[in-house]
C-alpha cells in the first residue's frame, strides 16, 4: 500500500513523538508499504522552522536526511495536484493540508494522519 503521511505524522514519527498511533508506526516500518512524503509538508516544515515555530536538532536538512534514510520516497507537486485543489470543499483551511489531500486523491494514496477535518473529503485515512 502507499502512505503518504501528513505533515505531522512524519515529524511524530521522526522524533519517536509519543501522539502517533502504535497502528501508525507499524504501517510506517512495514516493508509492503511504500512510504510518500509530500514536498508541501517539507515546505511547511522550512517556514515553520525558520519562523522559529519548531525546533529541529540538526536543522532543517537534518530532517530531508532522516526522510531518506527512512526509505520515505518524496512526491513532487504536479499540476494535476494543484487543479485538484481548486476544486475541494473548504472543509479545510490549510493551504498545506489541502494540497496534501489533494495528491492523495489524485493518486489514490491513502494518507496517515490524526486530523479529523480530512474525513470529510473522499480521501482513504488511517490512524
Known amino acids: ?68 534514510g527512512n526509505r520515505f520516497h518524496l512526491l513532487p507537486i504536479t499540476t494535476d495536484h494543484v487543479i485538484k485543489v481548486a476544486s475541494l470543499p473548504f472543509l479545510h483551511r490549510d493551504p498545506f493540508e489541502r494540497l496534501i489531500i489533494a495528491q492523495a486523491m489524485v493518486e489514490n494514496i491513502t494518507i496517515l494522519t490524526r486530523d479529523p477535518n480530512f474525513a470529510g473529503y473522499r480521501v482513504k485515512v488511517l490512524w
Do not use: C, P, Q, Y
Open 1 to 68: 500500500m502507499k502512505i503518504l503521511l501528513d505533515t505531522h505524522a512524519l515529524l511524530w514519527f521522526l522524533n519517536g513523538d509519543r501522539n502517533i498511533s502504535d497502528r501508525a508506526v507499524n504501517e510506517i516500518l512495514s516493508e509492503e508499504n511504500e512510504v510518500l512524503i509530500s514536498i508541501a509538508s517539507l515546505w511547511e516544515i522550512s517556514i515553520k522552522f525558520s519562523l522559529g515555530k519548531i525546533s529541529i536538532d540538526g536543522g532543517f536538512k537534518h530532517v530531508v536526511n532522516l526522510i531518506h
